[in-house]
């Protein structure tokens, strides 16, 4: 892989642009670049009559069910009355995808990845819990880690 960094003070705003062979190595690239320039940043949670505020880089993953979402990272759970696409929204980087209706995940964070049943797969995340991946998510996962 060639890498070139061209200092231009011209700029009004930093701007990064990738060259790639393929979507795969783009896609990976990306969201290397997004976990060092967004996820960094912090996400304040309505929880019951509190805020919490967690770090992006913190957040293995969330599910939603009968209108309550579970965030979860790899020290806690926090629950929320968001919907997981407003949430997906919110956290604004690619390090996060939507992976079934009801889940979402951080790319980042995945230990590994099994095959279950009908084209299905399951996602051991660091924090040892099993995410369901639906047959409609599995081929831009599998793009997203270049697999």
């Keep these: 892989m060639k890498v070139n960094?061209?200092?231009?003070?011209?700029?009004?705003?930093?701007?990064?642009?990738?060259?790639?062979?393929?979507a795969t190595v783009g896609a990976r690239v990306l969201s290397y670049v997004d976990h060092f320039t967004k996820d960094k940043e912090n996400i304040t949670?309505?929880?019951?009559?509190?805020?919490?505020?967690?770090?992006?880089m913190d957040i293995v993953c969330a599910e939603i069910h009968n209108k309550v979402l579970t965030i979860y990272t790899s020290k806690e759970s926090v629950e929320t009355y968001k919907s997981l696409s407003t949430f997906l929204d919110e956290l604004n980087s690619n390090t996060f995808m939507q992976v079934s209706?009801?889940?979402?995940?951080?790319?980042?964070?995945?230990k590994k990845v099994e095959p279950s049943f009908s084209g299905n797969l399951i996602a051991v995340m660091s924090n040892g819990q099993k995410v369901n991946i639906s047959r409609r998510f599995v081929s831009i996962l599998k793009e997203r880690l270049g697999i």
């Design 45 to 56: 949670v309505k929880s019951n009559d509190e805020f919490t505020v967690i770090k992006k």
């Design 101 to 110: 209706k009801s889940e979402l995940l951080n790319i980042q964070m995945i």
């Design 5 to 22: 960094l061209i200092i231009d003070s011209s700029l009004d705003e930093d701007e990064v642009q990738v060259h790639a062979q393929n």
